[in-house]
Every structure is written in C-alpha cells, then in structure tokens.
C-alpha cells in the first residue's frame, strides 16, 4: 500500500540555523533516505523550497488566479515528502519514527486513494 509521510516544521529564519545544524540535518536525511533505499519501500522523496518560494493557483468562478506565497498563514509548513510502498500502516507509522523531522516537527502518515502506476490510475 502507497503511503505519504509529509513532513511539517515551522520554517526557520535567515540565518537561524547553523552551518553544522544544517549539516548534521543532511547527514540524517541522507542515512534515512539510503536506509528507505535499502528496505526497498521509497517510491519518490521530495524535500520542498520555503514556503515563500510558493506560488498558489486557483480558478474561481472561472477566473484563474495565480497568488505568490502560500493559500494560508500557518505556524508551520509542509516542509517535504516521501512516498513510500509498504505493507500496512504499521509499517508507514515505523518508517515515520525514523524519519529525522520527526524530532522537530510533525510526520504525518497519509494513505494514498488512488496513483498514476504505468501511466494508468490504480486503486
């Protein structure tokens, strides 16, 4: 079963962060990644620009507007994503224990309805 496990932190600021916080935070997603490798599960991984580098489409009324920033203000941000093929939600919810954002932000595990496999929608 095809689940996501989008990652959710507040955004730091300018220089908030050390050089070596950003580094040992590299370090850590580039083991977790290899390891999602090795087990065979990891399908797709996505680690995604500041919220600020948004830019949010919409068609109301059949109208398009294009916005710069996100749709809404929150305190925190969908910060990257993994998509993963593994057995159960057990299996997700263990893969997002590991997952190094799961120390500073939320992991959150989101089965998939439906995907584009082969070029084709599956269920």
Do not use: N
């Not at 989008?6 to 370090?27: K, N, Q, T």
């Not at 580039?30 to 065979?40: E, I, Q, T």
């Not at 797709?44 to 710069?68: C, E, F, H, K, N």
């Not at 299996?91 to 309805?113: F, H, L, M, Y």
Request: with cysteine.
């Amino acid at each position: 079963m095809r689940y996501a496990l989008l990652i959710h932190y507040r955004e730091p600021g300018e220089g908030e962060l050390s050089d070596e916080v950003v580094a040992e935070a590299r370090a850590a997603f580039d083991a977790y990644g290899r390891a999602l490798v090795s087990a065979g599960v990891l399908l797709a991984a996505d680690v995604l620009q500041p919220s600020a580098a948004t830019t949010t489409v919409t068609r109301r009324d059949g109208d398009l507007r294009v916005q710069d920033g996100p749709f809404a203000e929150t305190r925190e941000a969908l910060a990257g994503v993994f998509l993963l093929d593994v057995p159960d939600l057990d299996a997700a919810i263990g893969w997002a224990e590991k997952c190094p954002a799961a120390q500073w932000g939320v992991v959150e595990v989101r089965p998939s309805a439906t995907a584009i496999v082969d070029g084709v929608w599956t269920s």
